[in-house]
C-alpha cells in the first residue's frame, strides 16, 4: 500500500467517517465504526483497503485491527497518522479539549473558593455565578474574582466609599464601577449573603452597596427630614428656612459635609414617609428623620450627627421592622418609642397582612415577641398613626 493509493477519492467519505470517530474517541483506535450506504466504487476502495472483498452496502470495520494493519502497511504510521494525511489536517483530541476547556472555565471559580473559602454564602454565590454566566463572559475572569475577593474581605465598611474600596482591591479607582465584572460578582455575593435576590436597578444596586457600609456617591441618596437646622453656611440657612416652613427636606452627603446639625432635644426616627408626612401637616415641631425603610448610609450619617438627642425609633411591626431598630439601637443608639406588646395590639384593628419570613425577636420588649407570634400579623406605622402623633408637640 502507497500513501498515494490512500488519496483515493473513492476513500474520502470513509475518512471523514473514522476521522469523526477517532476525534470523538480521544485519538484511540478501539472498537467498530460501521459504514453504510457504499456504491460500488467505495466497496472496491475499501476492499482494497481492507485487504478482503466487499460486496454489500454495509460493513463494519474493527478500528485496532485497521490500525495495526495500516501502521504495517503504510508507509505512514498507523490509523491516525493515515487519517490526518488523507483529510490534510491534524485531528482533535476532542474530550481533551473539553476537559481542558473546562479546567479554564473553572479556574475562576476555583480561585474565589480558595479565597473565599469559610464563607456561609459561598456555595450559593457560586451556583449563582454559573447561572448567570457572569464570568464567561468576562475578559479577564480570573482578575476580577482576585479583585472581587479583595473587596469582599473588607466589607462591610463603614464611612468607604466604592472608589476607596475600587482602589485597595483593584488597584484603580474604576475597578468596581458599574457594569464591570468585579462589581457584579460582589454584588452578587452580597445578595447571597442577605438572601435578597440581585438587584436589578441601579437604585437597588446603590442600596446593596450601602448596607455594606460602601458608599456610592455623596449626591445620589438622600436622608428625608422635618425641622432639622444646621450652625452655619448656606446649607444651614436652607435648613433653617425649611424648618420655619414646616417643610421636609432631602439632605444628601454633600450637605453633610458642609453643615454641622443643631442637636435638639427630641428627634422622632420613623421608617415610613408617611409618618413624616403627617408630623409636617399637623404643623409639630418636634424634628422627624425618616430611614424610608433600611437605612442607608446618610440616614446613618445623619443620626450620628444629632448624638446628644433623644432619638425616638417607631417602625413597622413586622421582622423587617424589628430588625431595622436593632440595627437602629445598635449603630445610632435610638429607642423603641411605642413599640411595645400594647402598641401592636393597638393596630390590629383591620390587621390583615400575614408576617413572613424567621420571627426577629425585638430585644427591647419580649412581650411584643409573644404578641406577634400569637397574632400571626403585620402592622405597620400608618396603622397606628393616631396614635403617633397623639405623643408629638
Known amino acids: ?40 466504487e467505495e466497496r472496491h ?21 485497521l490500525d495495526a494493519d495500516l501502521e504495517a502497511r503504510s508507509g505512514i504510521g498507523g490509523l491516525v497518522a493515515v487519517v490526518e494525511h488523507a483529510t490534510g489536517a491534524p485531528l482533535r483530541d476532542r474530550p481533551s479539549d473539553r476537559a481542558r476547556h473546562a479546567a479554564q472555565r473553572d479556574a475562576p471559580v476555583e480561585l474565589a473558593r480558595t479565597l473565599l473559602a469559610g464563607k456561609p454564602w459561598l456555595e450559593t454565590w457560586i451556583q449563582d455565578i454559573r447561572r448567570s454566566g457572569v ?58 449573603q442577605a438572601g435578597d ?14 448596607l455594606s457600609g460602601v458608599r456610592v456617591d455623596l449626591v445620589s441618596t438622600t436622608c428625608l427630614a422635618l425641622g432639622l437646622r444646621g450652625r452655619t453656611g448656606p446649607v444651614a440657612a436652607r435648613l433653617d428656612l425649611a424648618a420655619d416652613a414646616g417643610d421636609p427636606v432631602h439632605l444628601t452627603p454633600w450637605d453633610l459635609r458642609r453643615c454641622v446639625l443643631r442637636v435638639p432635644d427630641t428627634v422622632l426616627v ?35 450627627a444629632l448624638r446628644g ?48 419570613g424567621a420571627p426577629v425577636e425585638p430585644a427591647w420588649d419580649p412581650e411584643l415577641g409573644a404578641a406577634m407570634r400569637h397574632h400571626g400579623l403585620a402592622v405597620h406605622e400608618e396603622a397606628v398613626l393616631p396614635h403617633l402623633l397623639d405623643g408629638i408637640t
Open 197 to 210: 435576590p440581585v438587584p436589578t436597578t441601579a437604585s437597588g444596586r446603590r442600596d446593596l452597596w450601602e
Open 45 to 65: 476502495a475499501v476492499a482494497g483497503l481492507l485487504g478482503r472483498s466487499v460486496v454489500r452496502e454495509r460493513i463494519g470495520i474493527d478500528l485496532a485491527g
Open 309 to 356: 438627642a433623644d432619638l425616638r425609633y417607631h417602625g413597622d411591626f413586622d421582622g423587617a421592622g424589628v430588625a431595622i431598630a436593632h440595627r437602629l439601637i445598635a449603630s445610632a443608639g435610638v429607642t423603641p418609642w411605642r413599640m411595645a406588646a400594647a402598641d401592636y395590639e393597638r393596630g390590629l384593628a383591620g390587621a390583615t397582612l400575614p408576617l413572613v
Open 270 to 304: 420613623c421608617e415610613n414617609p408617611r409618618v413624616l408626612e403627617a408630623v409636617a401637616e399637623r404643623g409639630a415641631r418636634t424634628p422627624v428623620v425618616c430611614t424610608s425603610g433600611q437605612p442607608a448610609l446618610v440616614v446613618l450619617d445623619v443620626l450620628a
Open 135 to 192: 464570568l464567561s463572559r468576562a475578559t479577564d475572569a480570573t482578575a476580577a474574582v482576585r479583585t472581587a475577593a479583595a473587596a469582599l474581605s473588607r466589607l462591610p465598611g463603614r464611612e468607604l466609599s466604592r472608589t476607596e474600596l475600587a482602589v485597595a482591591a483593584g488597584g484603580h479607582a474604576h475597578a468596581l464601577d458599574d457594569g464591570s465584572t468585579a462589581a457584579a460578582l460582589v454584588l452578587r455575593a452580597l445578595a447571597a
Open 1 to 40: 500500500m502507497s500513501a498515494g493509493w490512500l488519496d483515493d477519492p473513492a476513500l474520502r467519505r470513509v475518512w471523514q467517517v473514522l476521522r469523526e470517530r477517532l476525534e470523538a474517541r480521544g485519538l484511540r483506535a478501539e472498537g467498530r465504526v460501521v459504514l453504510h450506504g457504499l456504491n460500488r
